[in-house]
């Protein structure tokens, strides 16, 4: 059978039949003990346990007995993030929950064609909760919604929440214009990361991994303005998987993959059979997962690449957002129109993997309260041969693409959402300079890579913003002659002290061909 997932927000009001179906599947896994490796709190798990963690949201507790050693192994903290096996990962994820919840719906008595929505907050109008996600009572009771978590805090940790997609400062599309799958470490990440081995914290997040995945997560979950670093479910991977909403936003990012994979002339998945075979392939985990009838899918990511072999499909695959073309930035750089003709699609865009330091500032930077600012210091000659790629009159195939980086940062709480400004003056107000603005980054999975005894020694994260056009409109300005860049965090809400953000080195590379 064919399975159609269709956006919630089309399904025909609050509690149309599949949402009210999910909320049935949600309550039946739920009920069931945490070792039972089709419950809800068992998935959940897969994508990360923490005792201490779990027990503060009332998620586990003294009596609860864990599973076998066994298949604690096989299964639990298995998600996949800072890796290119990201999207493949989480493609199987949702296709083996589904698969769970669909058995237990039919159990309940629903419909065997039941398949799981998708939240497509870019649409217009659709940006808010879906309604039966925000009310604690549902059609068969009073205060027991199972699709209702009250640790959802949103982007103003106030209890509204929504997408704020209309400010494309905080929330965007960008890595949907992306030619490259496979990223660079200090360049381009990558629509879907860099090359690496099993990664279940990996420092580095893909294009599409970080925007919009990471900062639809952390906006959604927030953090609870009663307690110190309390973070919603959905802003720590290891809870994220306990809240229902969770599985509307996978299956979103899942289907912008393959509104990606539309464009099949430069936006391919990796060929590498490292990639295709998984980590297994280098000695690593396999992927598996628990199955309704008691026994366990093990995949990799080539069964991934097929929608048609994994019997469902997406109701609409059209772009939410066009992309900038690369000859629009050919033309602004002083390109002739026979040029930006002769190299438009991906011969316009620098998709080398050289890649050069092109400066960074000197000690470590502290991210409190409402602001943070340090200086970048650029080398001379870097800075020079950035220049002569942007001057449109030598024989590269395509200029440099310049990129900010934010290395090994730390922290104590994911819920963190940063706004980053780039040559912004001192007295300047930021909000009054959007063409300063790199970008924004949401610090998703941080607590976890800050611990020391973790998966990186506790080096943190790194987050990558490209800030081509900031570059390009400084060299049209004559203004890129310059010994420094300031660099200014603004967060979308004040940090805690008691957060200990802090960002390792803030640097600026060129990757050119």
Known sequence: MRFTRKNVWGLGGTWAPPILWYARGVAAMRARP????????????IHGFDKTLWKQHSSFSSSDAMPTSAAIKRFWLQCQHGTWYF??????????????????????????????PYWDYFRANQSKLPP????????????????????????????????PVNQKTVVNLKPMADHDFTGVSGGNPGFGGLDTGFAHSGQNHGGLESQPHDMVHVLIGGSDPTKTNFDGLMSDPVTAALDPIFWLHH??????????????????????????KGPANVGDRIFSLPMPDGSSWNYIPADMTDLSKLDYNYDDLSPDATAAQPAQRLLKLGASPATAEAMKGAAAVATGKNVELVGANQKPLRVAGS?????????????????ASLAMNVAAPAPD?????????????????????????????????????AGSVALFGVRKA????????????????EITDIVDALHLGNALDVSALNVRIVPLNPVPEAAQ???GRVSIFRQGQ
């Open 401 to 437: 693409r310049i990129f900010l980086n934010l290395e090994n940062v730390r922290g104590l709480s994911d819920a963190a959402v940063f706004q980053v400004y780039v040559g912004l003056r001192d007295d300047a107000t930021p909000a009054d300079h959007p063409d300063l603005l």
């Open 132 to 163: 039966a996600f925000a009310s604690p009572d549902w059609p068969d009771g009073t205060g027991n919604n199972p699709l209702f978590t009250k640790q959802r805090y949103g982007p103003a940790n106030n209890g509204n929440v929504f997408i």
């Open 251 to 276: 299956a979103n990012i899942d289907r912008l993959w393959e509104v990606w994979r539309k464009n099949p002339s430069t936006h391919v998945n990796p060929t590498d059979p490292n990639w295709l």
């Open 34 to 45: 945490l070792a039972e490796p089709t419950s809800w709190r068992f998935y959940a798990a």
């Open 371 to 387: 602001e943070a600012s340090t200086s970048v210091q650029l080398d001379p000659a870097m800075r020079r041969k950035v220049a």
């Open 87 to 116: 999207l493949p990962w989480h493609r199987g994820y949702l296709h083996a929950f589904e698969a769970n919840i669909r058995a237990a719906v039919i159990k309940v008595g629903g419909p065997s064609d039941w398949a799981l």
């Open 450 to 465: 800050s611990l020391p005894d973790g998966d990186h020694a506790g080096e943190g994260l790194n987050f990558v913003l």
């Open 501 to 503: 953000i802090t960002i």
